[in-house]
């Protein structure tokens, strides 16, 4: 068993060129949390998601991460329209920017277990590349691995 | 020369521990490798070749009270952090000036030269910029001006204090000179530099700042009560931390070094912060708080002070100590203000830890010829001030310009190293010219 076997093939995809706006749509239309971003050829880009979306509504000194961040923010008050304001100065920007660059795709050879635990580490979608092209294959998730295990339709 | 007794290949070990420092120092500079691995490297090959034994590099070589000192006041900032005290009054001091924008670049420097001369420089910037960035966004102004004022009073409070910058940490353990002394020699002309530097400030920055009253108001409905996270841990830290202060303030007439001072606070900290809780909590905690302890300084320590014993056991530091008492004609007030450009310009390029733990036995060396321990002490300040403030002439000066323009950048205000030099070069120039005249009027008049 690999990860090629548990993966769903053809999944939801957005294209590299579209901004924040047409990629929130594709979250919101198909209800899921994480979508990977694909070049013309099908050459894997990033992954697009809640989680990383969350981070921008963020004042910037939040997220700064290896122990420089602020430790909390109960002492800001920002208002609902100050985060929208945050989200919709950023619509119009490309969804490149807001990718996940740290994950790493997996291989369709990675083995069962490696898997579920990649996937219990990162909590989210993960994306399937093939190494030699970079084209993505499909993608690991939650609903699917189970779908898997009880024989429910994903 | 000296005799190669132990000396691989029968070499003389004053070329071998040249050589070697040589090396340690370029590599250094070059930033390839990490800087702990080169200078353990470096003392390693110090004993290896022969030219320092292990023993005599630890016993007589290895500054403990520098390293003590030092993990200590880590430590207790480790603790004192989380209870949010920093944020507490960087957002009191914002609020304290109505939000105005001038009037924040002016707290937040003023706060950072206050704890920095209590903390360390990197400590100090990795606490007050975040909170920066959280300000300067809120109020939608450019945060360089802020961030490069942060530098500058990081290295500049540094300067007053023995405790404040990693050079004065050395330079008082190695000359004796205590908590008081450093007060009463630096801190005066650290207040007039800090002054000094503001004025063009004003003129850069100051003058032009503004911020919408929207922007304002939304700075001054942040609460900082509420940063406190840890009302108990915060009540205790800041006592220890007085009781610390105090310890340094009496150690002299205590007989204690600071060593003692500061590991036996951290100590009573991670008492008070742990005894409540049970044995697997205890250990977590533990082992995160000595996590938070900076050892990439403390081994680049350690294996600096090996390599500098090095070139000092071979006599290499004698023979160089007695060329500048030549050049100067043996003249104190030429030596000292010799001291003080030469630190500056070369801790503005190279890292000033290694440069000062070189200086050191250099300066020592040079005891005997000015008569004696009391007379070369102006030496000693020059040294400091030079260390200290060239820091500030270039991004690359400091550990704490380097942790700041990382953060900027992450932020997305990258720091360019030119636009920072072009500005931080001659404002360093202004306080070394202060810092001349300071040392000339107070010790040579």
């Given at each position: 068993m690999t990860a090629r076997t548990v993966m769903l093939p053809e999944p939801v995809t957005i294209p590299d060129t579209a901004n924040l706006a047409q990629a929130l749509d594709v979250l919101f239309r198909h209800r899921i949390k994480a979508v990977p971003v694909i070049d013309a050829t099908r050459r894997y880009r990033g992954l697009f998601g809640m989680h990383g979306l969350v981070r921008h509504l963020l004042p910037r000194a939040a997220t700064l991460d290896d122990g420089a961040?602020?430790?909390?923010?109960?002492?800001v008050h920002d208002t609902l329209e100050t985060v929208k304001e945050r989200l919709n100065g950023a619509l119009n920007d490309p969804v490149l920017r807001f990718v996940d660059r740290d994950l790493q795709p997996m291989s369709p050879d990675e083995s069962l277990l490696e898997t579920l635990l990649l996937l219990h580490r990162h909590r989210h979608t993960l994306p399937v590349v093939d190494?030699?092209?970079?084209?993505l294959l499909g993608v690991v998730t939650y609903w699917g691995i189970f779908s898997r295990l009880t024989g429910r339709p994903a | 020369m000296h005799a190669s007794s132990g000396v691989v290949f029968g070499l003389d070990p004053f070329w071998v521990s040249l050589a070697l420092f040589a090396l340690t120092y370029i590599a250094i500079i070059t930033e390839r490798l990490n800087r702990a691995i080169i200078a353990l490297l470096g003392a390693a090959l110090m004993i290896l070749s022969g030219v320092a034994t292990q023993q005599a590099s630890l016993r007589d070589g290895v500054d403990f009270n520098t390293l003590g000192l030092l993990t200590g006041m880590m430590v207790i900032v480790a603790i004192t952090r989380k209870c949010g005290v920093f944020q507490y009054v960087a957002v009191w001091s914002a609020k304290k000036v109505n939000a105005d924008p001038w009037g924040i670049l002016l707290m937040l420097t003023l706060v950072t030269a206050l704890f920095s001369a209590f903390l360390d420089n990197v400590t100090t910037v990795l606490l007050v910029a975040p909170v920066t960035l959280l300000i300067t966004e809120e109020l939608k102004v450019d945060p360089f001006p802020y961030l490069f004022a942060e530098i500058f009073a990081s290295n500049i409070g540094g300067?007053?204090?023995?405790?404040?910058d990693p050079p004065n940490i050395m330079i008082g353990s190695a000359a004796n000179l205590s908590f008081n002394a450093f007060i009463m020699h630096l801190s005066p002309v650290v207040i007039v530099i800090l002054a000094a530097n503001l004025v063009p400030f004003y003129f850069l920055w100051g003058r032009k700042l503004s911020a919408t009253p929207e922007a304002r108001a939304r700075v001054m409905q942040f609460n900082e009560r509420e940063a406190i996270t840890n009302v108990r841990l915060l009540k205790q830290s800041l006592a220890v931390i007085a009781l610390v202060i105090l310890g340094f303030v009496l150690a002299h007439s205590l007989h204690l070094e600071p060593a003692t001072i500061a590991m036996g606070g951290a100590t009573l900290l991670l008492l008070l912060d742990n005894f409540a809780h049970g044995a697997e909590r205890q250990s977590e905690q533990v082992h995160k708080t000595f996590g938070e302890v900076e050892w990439i300084t403390i081994f680049f320590f350690l294996g600096l002070f090996i390599v500098v014993y090095g070139i000092e056991t071979a006599g290499v530091l004698k023979w160089l100590a007695d060329r500048v008492v030549i050049w100067t004609g043996g003249d104190l007030a030429l030596t000292a203000q010799a001291i003080l450009w030469v630190s500056a310009f070369a801790s503005a390029i190279v890292d000033n830890i290694p440069f000062v733990a070189t200086m050191i036995p250099l300066i020592e060396s040079m005891t005997p010829v000015y008569g004696g321990a009391g007379q070369i002490e102006p030496l000693w300040w020059s040294l400091a001030l030079g260390a200290c403030l060239g820091g500030n002439g270039t991004l690359i000066g400091a550990s704490a310009n380097l942790i700041v323009a990382g953060l900027a950048e992450r932020a997305g205000y990258p720091i360019r190293f030119l636009k920072f030099l072009w500005l931080a070069f001659p404002l360093m120039l202004l306080s070394i010219a202060v810092s001349s005249g300071y040392i000339y009027l107070r010790y040579f008049m």
């Open positions: 961040s602020l430790t909390d923010l109960t002492f190494p030699a092209s970079g084209r | 300067t007053a204090t023995l405790i404040g």
